[in-house]
């Protein structure tokens, strides 16, 4: 029997493809492939040769799934001044790409210095569609707009629109406006809105399917460590926080090494002189990519983060390292 073979929709065309198909199946060969076709239950890998080979669908999802909603390092999407995501109008935020903490020198790259000159000035620009094309501009790449919980537009009672100053400075009308009903989860980014705009196609063959992205991930990430902090310094008996840990971060030299983690802690508050703080375990090299465990880790502990950048008697620490 002939099994009719069907032209790949825009779902199953990001979901079963080589990239997805190399991280699935180990020692996967992405060359000579003449064509990736579905029968059945089955991923059917076709050969210049004519040879074919079978894969189970469901490890290909499992591994386009993994890597679209995959964790980026801490600093990955923190903008100068480990700035976190700002807030924007409507419930959205500004996160911004990490330009400054992927190179010893990325302080200096052209999309950092704009992120430092925009970054207090995006809230002027009320239009959605022109802040993203400043936003995701193939010269700057800054970042992305990001609404995890979903737009909340304020709307007249009367007229159903939003009301937003005329004059572009960002404010809006509260007496005069009522919350509308919350919409879905939304990022900017290429790979969220593919999924948003084919999203049928996408729970046919993932059913239940939530369009995700690792902006996405991240901001929950993120939201997380800010929540766990903020528990620590509320239940510190009190209210005054003694256990806490500094940190710096210095970027990789190049882009085959990866960047450094420094840490100091101290039983004796943020403001101990610098002879009560001790390096965290100094014979161990700590990176980026283990910054979100170890920020965590500190904080079951009982111990809240700083950055030492923001501790003036510890500035001496930075030149040291």
């Not at 537009?153 to 919350?182: I, R």
């Not at 990022?187 to 948003?196: A, E, L, P, T, V």
């Not at 965290?280 to 983060?305: C, I, R």
Request: proline share 5%; with cysteine; charged share 20%.
């Amino acid at each position: 029997m002939t099994t009719q073979l069907l032209e790949l929709n825009e779902a199953q065309t990001a979901i079963y493809n080589r990239s997805n198909l190399r991280r699935a199946v180990a020692d996967f060969d992405e060359t000579d492939i003449a064509a990736i076709n579905l029968r059945g239950d089955s991923v059917v890998v076709v050969r210049i040769d004519g040879s074919e080979q079978v894969y189970p669908r469901q490890i290909i999802i499992n591994a386009y799934q993994e890597f679209t909603g995959r964790l980026k390092d801490f600093f990955a999407y923190l903008g100068p001044s480990y700035r976190g995501p700002s807030i924007w109008h409507n419930n959205g935020y500004i996160l911004f790409k990490g330009w400054t903490y992927g190179h010893a020198l990325g302080h200096i790259s052209t999309s950092a210095k704009l992120q430092a000159a925009w970054a207090d000035k995006f809230i002027h620009i009320t239009d959605q569609t022109k802040l993203e094309t400043l936003l995701e501009s193939d010269h700057a790449d800054l970042g992305h707009l990001v609404a995890p919980d979903g737009f909340r537009y304020m709307q007249s009672p009367e007229l159903g629109s939003a009301v937003v100053d005329p004059q572009g400075d960002g404010s809006e009308s509260q007496d005069e406006t009522t919350e509308s009903q919350e919409h879905a989860p939304y990022c900017s980014c290429g790979s969220f809105k593919r999924q948003m705009n084919n999203i049928q196609d996408f729970q046919r063959e993932i059913p239940g399917y939530k369009p995700t992205c690792i902006h996405m991930t991240w901001i929950s990430k993120y939201r997380q460590l800010l929540s766990e902090r903020s528990r620590v310094r509320t239940e510190t008996p009190g209210g005054t926080v003694m256990k806490c840990v500094a940190w710096a971060y210095a970027p990789p030299e190049d882009h085959l090494s990866k960047g450094r983690l420094v840490l100091l802690h101290t039983t004796c508050g943020s403001m101990a002189p610098i002879s009560h703080w001790r390096t965290y375990k100094p014979s161990e090299v700590f990176t980026q990519e283990h910054a979100w465990d170890l920020f965590f880790n500190m904080l079951e502990a009982g111990y809240v983060p700083f950055p030492l950048t923001s501790l003036p008697q510890l500035s001496t620490v930075l030149k040291k390292k």
